[in-house]
């Protein structure tokens, strides 16, 4: 907080062409004065030159002090029990008497006057020495206030960033664990029956792990990189599901370019055979398919009858991730006889 207060100080008394703005305050109150009172703002008549040379001095007298207190309380740090805002507005109080009686001073030397104690002129410019304080004062705290609601912003905003980082992290990091349960459960029914294909599996199993790797800090890839790692992925579950799954892919080629979270079809076609049955009398048909901005997502339904409770973990994950990355929806589609999942398809700039 402290440091936002003395940037807001140096931001009002501290510009750099901060005698401009002095000569334009002094310029206005000398106008000011001069079209309301005329050269009578005191007892006597008072030549042009020498008003606005007393309403300069003033302004000049009462921005410097501040800028020398602001600095004052720069140096004593944040040991302070009263707020800076208002020690800087008590100690120009002061400030303000001595420069008002200093310019009364001054003016009867330029006039050539003997300087005696005049309530009515010194009231005359302490009044008007206070306005201008209060003037500057209140710019000063408006600064302040606006300098600490934009940190605050700032503040919150990068919070919120990198509360989203973390739990886009958090998610991302779901997806290895259950990846390889399912994948050494495919494994471990494999090994014995068939060496060569159990070969070939931990071949294509290494190929597809090797893009969970390169996908890992990613928050999207191509569809083009998808679709290849899910051809691998889906050549692991050929071999254990045979004929029993079918997958029909048909991706239109402009869509490639197009953008998809890592892994979310892997998890789709994970959640369809986890919660289907699969069968050679009980095919399970997948569809990926491609329409408008959307990946979409299809397979007939023939929920298992003992199946598990169903945490929805996978389901959850892509959702949780594309609110991260867009405001279009992941849109799930659940009649008698399918269940459809239809992915947005990003454009980087949109993201």
């Not at 068939?194 to 890839?221: C, E, G, M, P």
């Amino acid at each position: 907080m402290f440091h936002i207060f003395i940037e807001s100080i140096k931001t009002v008394f501290s510009v750099r062409h901060r005698l401009l703005y002095i000569l334009l305050l002094a310029g206005y109150s000398f106008f000011n004065i001069l079209f309301t009172v005329g050269n009578q703002f005191f007892d006597f008549k008072l030549e042009s030159p020498y008003l606005f040379a007393v309403l300069f001095v003033v302004v000049l007298g009462v921005w410097e002090t501040n800028r020398w207190a602001s600095e004052k309380i720069e140096k004593k740090g944040q040991g302070q029990k009263i707020h800076p805002l208002i020690s800087l507005f008590l100690i120009s109080l002061i400030n303000v008497a001595f420069i008002a009686l200093l310019s009364l001073y001054l003016l009867y030397l330029a006039l050539g006057m003997p300087f005696i104690i005049n309530t009515t002129h010194i009231t005359l410019l302490l009044a008007f020495g206070f306005r201008v304080n209060l003037f500057l004062n209140c710019v000063n705290a408006i600064v302040y206030f606006m300098e600490k609601l934009k940190r605050a912003q700032v503040e919150a905003a990068e919070l919120k960033q990198q509360s989203t980082e973390a739990k886009f992290e958090a998610l991302r990091n779901q997806i290895n664990p259950h990846f390889l349960f399912n994948s050494f459960n495919v494994l471990s029914s494999l090994i014995y029956k068939d060496v060569d294909k159990s070969a070939k599996f931990i071949d294509q199993l290494s190929s597809v792990y090797r893009y969970l790797l390169s996908s890992q800090n990613k928050k999207l890839v191509l569809l083009e990189e998808e679709i290849t790692f899910i051809d691998a992925y889906l050549y692991l579950l050929h071999i254990r599901f045979g004929e029993s799954l079918q997958v029909n892919i048909s991706i239109e080629e402009e869509k490639n370019k197009l953008f998809v979270a890592p892994s979310s079809l892997q998890l789709l076609v994970e959640n369809a055979i986890k919660h289907n049955v699969l069968s050679k009398k009980e095919i399970l048909r997948l569809s990926i398919i491609t329409n408008g901005n959307q990946l979409i997502i299809t397979n007939n339904l023939q929920e298992k009858l003992d199946k598990e409770p169903s945490t929805q973990v996978g389901l959850k994950n892509i959702k949780s991730r594309y609110m991260f990355l867009t405001s279009d929806p992941v849109e799930v589609i659940k009649t008698e006889d399918s269940f459809t999942v239809k992915l947005p398809l990003l454009e980087v700039e949109r993201i």
